[in-house]
């Protein structure tokens, strides 16, 4: 599971997200730009990796941004 | 900067967990954590193992500032890249954006070329040259492998732990 921590001026809220929705994601994002086939084996692979990454290291911190506006977005394992 | 704090902090450039430095030690995490919060100091005699997991010297964890510079890591030392951590620090008229992709990841992206782009925040992953990081890394390269600074304040880090 990843979780998406998102901090602004008017309140916080933390999304968690399983790992086929990643998959999704990174399907839609590249469907127009991508072979399809390489796309989906891609997708796969990135989710295979932050899973067993986040299997040893639980807790880690893979995004963390931080705008000007004071919006904060943290995306971790 | 306190012993525990230096030790927290290698410890994390390292890439590595309180419970793998327990295990690998053969003490409590209990007792790690005592460590980095300078509850406790380690064992006299688990400096240099610890020293070495660190990628460091007992020196520099008695004495120097964590460093942040580049090294070239002995291959009988090395971790397993599966382990390691590329870190991307951009900032930008005010915005900071921080990613640490496992080294994992990293090989995965300089592998596939059918991707357009790989976005996160402003910067596009696909315009990194994943290829000769790596191919740092696995000279056993550690450390800051870019850092620019450009003319209107930006700032571009490029690190691997």
New interface residues.
Partial sequence: MIKIHIKEPEGEKSIPLPYFAIKSFLLKA?E????RE??KK?AN??VK??R??GK??PG?????????EGTEVKITL | MTIGQKLADMRRRAGL?QDYVSEHLGVTPQAVSKWENDVSCPDITLLPEIAKIYHTTVDDLLNGEATKEVAVIDETVRKDP??MVLHIHVED??????????L??VV?MSE?D????FN??NIDLKKIDFKSILSMVHSGVIGKLVEIESADGGTVIIEVE
Avoid: Q, W, Y
């Avoid at chain 1, 880690?60 to 000007?68: E, M, Q, R, S």
């Fill in positions: 590249n127009v730009t991508g072979n390489d796309t891609f692979e990135i990796a932050l067993s990454f040893k290291n880690f911190v893979l995004v963390d941004i931080h705008d000007k | 967990t599966s382990e008229h005010g915005d900071k954006v921080k990613i640490n992709l496992p994992a990841l995965l596939n059918s991707m357009g782009s996160i925040g």
